[in-house]
Structure formats: structure tokens, C-alpha cells
């Protein structure tokens, strides 16, 4: 935890001086709503400081390399330019700090290894992560295999020209219809997002009932937008909080992760623009949880929705 006094000066001049990085690095600190002053997160880089106490506790530095692994993945799709895999839940996207191995992208350059594309400099090339999903959300994830595709897939995601379809079992029945929430970090708990946090960004969600069983839905979720744990932010602002959620709900004995599943994705190919359409099966556990709480066949009610 870094922790300082100023007067007069910046909040990321200040910041970049006694942090010893630079000011578009702060910048990102503070915007990212890691930065407070006398208590409260502060998220305008130019605010000028009266004397007050400012505290930064940094994200440790994401690991310089990551070393390609043998891990098993199930491969919806594959070609030149692009992979698309069923993640199971438990497994991490990317390398963080504290996790360097059993990642998907570890698997990734296990599997396949990383190339260019034609005409491409060798040092552009990376792991092709052009979205996320949670440590326990599965379902379907597509990345790319060189530079020229990850950056059209990444404009096909900001351009809103990717569908994507999730399913969940919730507890409590949620408003249907599309919900315009702004998500941003907790102001109190870091880990945490919110709806109407720290630097809250433009959130968007279509959600339908597709079944109920008592208290439980299932849930039909189409975001619009990528915020981070966006659905489950949302399912909790609508008071019916996803299954085995234990950050924005409870721990169920039904299931042992949250019930959350991407099930569906649709995206032009960043070759050719073709539109592709894959789903990933619906995971034995959620099945089963949904079973036990009085629900019919998953699959079936996903098909008719």
C-alpha cells in the first residue's frame, strides 16, 4: 500500500512521482477507481490536492512471459485464423498475478504456439485473448491465432457486431426485458463490481425467463456490452442473484461455482466476414442443479427459447 500527502500538484502528477511510474500509468490507476484520497476513490487524473492522504494499492505486475502447457481443451472450431473453445469452469482466461499456469491461453500456445499472419512482424504477435469470461463461468470463448485477426475480432466486439447468449439459474425471478445499468468498481470492496460504482462505464443487458421452479429461474442473459461480471452485477440489481454466486449471492449445495454458462456466440469471421454461430453444451452440473431445484430438461428449454 502506498500511502502520501500532497498540496498544489496533480493527483497523477503526484502519484506518478511518489509511485515512481509514469503519468499515463497513474492515470490508469486512478481511472480504474485504485486511488483514494482522504478515504473516498477519486477518479478525475487532474483533481488538485488540498493536503489530503492519498492511498494506492497497485495490481502486482501480470507475469512478463507465459509458457505454453499441455492442457486438455475442447475445440468447438479451428482454422488459420481463429480457435473457439468450450472453457470449463474453473479454469482462468489469462495469466494473473499468483496464476502463471493452467490458463487458457497456457493451453492455447500449448496447442497451437503463436505465428504471424502474412507480412506481419513477429514482434506484434501475442496471445489472442479478445474476451473474457470468469474463472467459473464456461462456455464458449473464441481467440485468436495471430495479431491481423485478434484486432478485427476486437473491432467486430466493439463495433456490437458479436452476439452473445448466456444462460443461468438464479435465485429470485428477474424483470424481463433489456436493462441499462452502468457497472462500476465497488467503492468499499475492490473485488467487487457494482452497479453505479467507481468509474462506472455504460452497461447493457437483454434479459427473458425461459423457466421457473419455486423461487429459481432459468435465465436467458444477451449482453450488449463486455463489463467485467456484468450479468452477475445486473441478476443482483435485479434481486435474483445467480446460483452458487458467493461474491454477488450465496454458496448453493446444488452446484459448487455460479451458474453461469455462455452458451451461445455469434461473430463474422476477421477473414472472409462470414458470420459464424457456435454453442457449447450445457455443463452436467448446471443440468443437474437445475434438476434438483424442480426444473425440467436445460437443453430442451434453451432450444424453445
Given amino acids: 500500500m502506498l500511502r502520501f500527502s500532497a498540496e498544489g500538484v496533480r493527483l497523477d502528477q503526484a502519484l506518478a512521482q511518489q509511485a515512481q511510474t509514469s503519468r499515463a500509468k497513474a492515470q490508469e490507476w486512478i481511472a480504474a477507481g485504485l486511488v483514494l484520497v482522504n478515504g473516498k476513490p477519486i477518479t478525475k487524473a487532474g483533481y488538485k490536492l488540498k493536503g489530503e492522504t492519498v492511498e494506492l494499492e497497485p495490481p502486482p505486475p501480470e507475469p512478463a512471459t507465459v509458457e505454453p502447457e499441455e492442457v486438455e481443451l475442447e475445440v468447438l472450431y479451428e482454422d488459420a485464423d481463429l480457435v473457439v473453445v468450450n472453457k470449463p469452469a474453473g479454469m482462468i482466461t489469462h495469466p494473473a498475478p499468483g496464476v502463471v499456469s493452467g490458463t487458457l491461453v497456457n493451453a492455447i500456445l500449448g496447442r497451437y504456439g503463436l505465428r504471424a499472419a502474412e507480412g506481419e512482424k513477429p514482434e506484434l504477435v501475442r496471445p489472442g485473448i479478445v474476451h473474457r469470461l470468469d474463472k467459473d463461468t464456461s462456455g464458449v470463448i473464441v481467440v485468436a491465432r495471430h495479431e491481423a485477426a485478434h484486432r478485427r475480432l476486437a473491432e467486430a466486439f ?3 457486431s458479436v452476439f452473445k447468449r448466456y444462460v443461468a439459474i438464479t435465485v429470485g425471478v428477474p424483470r424481463e426485458g433489456v436493462l441499462i445499468a452502468d457497472v462500476g468498481r465497488h467503492p ?14 455504460y452497461a447493457e443487458t437483454d434479459f427473458a425467463v425461459l423457466q421457473t421452479a419455486g ?3 432459468l435465465v436467458d442473459a444477451r449482453p450488449h456490452t463486455g463489463r467485467t461480471h456484468q450479468i452477475r452485477v445486473h441478476l443482483k440489481h435485479l434481486h435474483a442473484p ?11 449445495p446444488h452446484i459448487a461455482r455460479h451458474a453461469l454458462h455462455a452458451y451461445e456466440l455469434r461473430l463474422p469471421h476477421p477473414r472472409t466476414g462470414k458470420l ?14 437445475w434438476e434438483a431445484l424442480g426444473g425440467g430438461d436445460l437443453e430442451a428449454a434453451l432450444r424453445a427459447g
Fill in 158 to 160: 466493439r463495433g456490437r
Fill in 188 to 201: 468499499v470492496d475492490r473485488t467487487r463490481m457494482s452497479v453505479g460504482g467507481v468509474a462506472a462505464r
Fill in 215 to 217: 423461487i429459481f429461474a
Fill in 242 to 252: 445467480i446460483l452458487g454466486d458467493d461474491v454477488y449471492g450465496k454458496p448453493s
Fill in 276 to 289: 459464424l454461430e457456435f454453442r457449447a453444451p450445457i455443463p452436467e452440473d448446471m443440468a443437474r442443479a
